[in-house]
């Protein structure tokens, strides 16, 4: 079967950006056609692709292993994954078939991001670990621990996880409805599936798992939080993933303020929009009078009183807590300016161009970014990347409302020497930042009133 790339294949083979492939699909006519794929993710016969770079003087270079995962895409989506687990490669090979697997499938696998598993490690290890949810076995791969053990209930994930980690045990099946991992371990890592709300709460009602309050029928995280717990040595580190809206969901306060009272957490940092990371510990001895709520990544260090929390809510957002109104204003106050307004004067217009006009008489490999992500490559030789970003801003900024829609490359700019060109790049620039500069002034101004209303702040 031919072997097919998309367009993140292509820019990998050619060491461009994926920006660079599509000015080539608009600007050349001879670029390949698709042969499938989707209208957002199109595919290209590999064999068209070497020939159309070759005859464009492009260099690139197939690897053996692109070469292979060339091949396994010519099998159906649904049975990729199958086919991974299958394939004859070393261990580095099989990681690159690996990586590629999932930025194919990544709306479908969600897999975790790597600096989180850094950080998830980096918080929690030992010398034995487990994940009850462990997906391909990213997280328990970055770990240092000597014993590994995963659970997945996709059995071709598992199989998956078995081929980067043949030293791990690995099971196979529904963790929460029937867990196979029966020896405690030192830490616990987890980014189990969230929203999944046939995760078994009927099944599982009288749990012994369920020691601070049986998790709602809409709280699956809060069943995958204390399944954790469980799986954990007394004083044992649990880290798990979970979606903000866990921290501050009500129907689930009463077991967040028992995992409060009992001293089984000890922070709940932000780590990316709308995910969390919660390190908790199999809770041993007196509990902490504060956790540690962090609106990002950093030093663990407690910053919230535990009695402070056990309210009506019980609310656990980071954002909520780590910084008041106040304290984020008596931060930014220090160091906050507005730009200068830079020195305009009139003047006789000069020749027009559209930037259509302007983007055509200077190709070149150099990219600039709209404001709506449309990318134009240029000559900055010919066209000063900054004025062309100027020019593009600028027109989107006096796009009229309603329906009309904005032509930008017959938008009419001045038609300048690189030299002046250059000196309109460094007022747009300018301009640039002074806009940002009004919008943090209007952030700081609302801080400043709901300190003021609240009582935090007061007049120096």
């Known amino acids: 079967m031919d072997e097919t790339v998309n367009a993140g294949d292509i820019a990998r083979l050619a060491d461009v950006g994926r ?77 690159f078939l690996h990586e590629r697997y999932l930025e194919a499938h990544s709306r479908l696998l969600n897999p975790t991001p790597p600096e989180v598993i850094d950080l998830v490690v980096s918080l929690a290890d030992g010398d034995t670990v487990s994940d009850p949810a462990c997906g391909t076995g990213s997280l328990l791969k970055a770990s240092k621990a000597r014993h590994k053990t995963g659970q997945e209930l996709d059995p071709v994930s598992a199989a998956i996880a078995r081929r980067r980690m043949p030293e791990a045990e690995i ?23 969230w929203h999944d709300r046939t995760w078994g709460h009927e099944e599982l009602i009288g749990d012994a798992r ?90 663990v260090e407690p910053n919230t009183r535990v009695i402070d929390l056990l309210d009506d809510d019980v609310d656990l957002s980071p954002a909520r807590r780590s910084r008041t109104d106040a304290t984020a204003y008596l931060a930014a106050q220090p160091a906050f300016a507005i730009p200068s307004l830079p020195e305009l004067r009139e003047q006789s217009a000069p020749p027009m161009t559209t930037i259509g006009e302007l983007v055509r008489n200077a190709p070149g490999t150099h990219v600039v970014t709209s404001p709506t992500g449309a990318t134009y490559e240029i000559d900055p030789g010919k066209v000063d990347p900054d004025f062309l970003e100027g020019v593009l801003r600028a027109a989107f900024a006096r796009t009229p409302t309603g329906s009309t829609r904005l032509d930008v490359r017959r938008t009419q700019v001045p038609s300048l020497p690189i030299a002046r060109q250059r000196r309109y790049g460094q007022v747009f620039a300018q301009l640039k930042a002074l806009e940002d500069g009004l919008q943090e002034a209007a952030g700081l101004v609302r801080l400043g009133y709901a300190g003021l209303l609240g009582g935090q702040v007061g007049p120096a």
């Open 19 to 95: 920006a660079a492939v599509s000015n080539w699909r608009r600007r050349f006519e001879d670029f390949p056609a698709p042969v499938g794929g989707t209208a957002s993710s199109p595919l290209y016969l590999l064999r068209d692709v070497e020939a159309w770079l070759r005859r464009n003087g492009k260099p690139f270079r197939v690897s053996p292993a692109e070469r292979l995962w060339t091949q396994l895409r010519t099998v159906d989506d649904l049975k990729l994954g199958e086919a991974l687990a299958g394939v004859g490669a070393d261990a580095e090979t099989f990681e």
């Open 171 to 193: 099971i196979t099946g529904d963790s929460l409805r029937h867990n196979g991992v029966d020896r405690k371990a030192d830490a616990v890592i987890c980014d189990p599936p």
């Open 210 to 299: 369920w020691t601070y309050g049986l998790p709602p029928r809409g709280e699956p995280e809060l069943a995958w939080l204390q399944h954790c717990l469980s799986l954990a040595k007394p004083g044992g580190q649990v880290a798990v993933l979970l979606p903000s809206a866990a921290a501050s969901r009500r129907p689930g306060k009463r077991i967040r303020g028992n995992l409060l009272r009992a001293g089984a957490i000890r922070a709940v940092i932000t780590v990316q929009p709308g995910r969390d990371l919660w390190l908790l510990r199999q809770p041993v001895g007196k509990a902490p009078e504060h956790i540690a709520l962090l609106e990002e990544p950093g030093p």
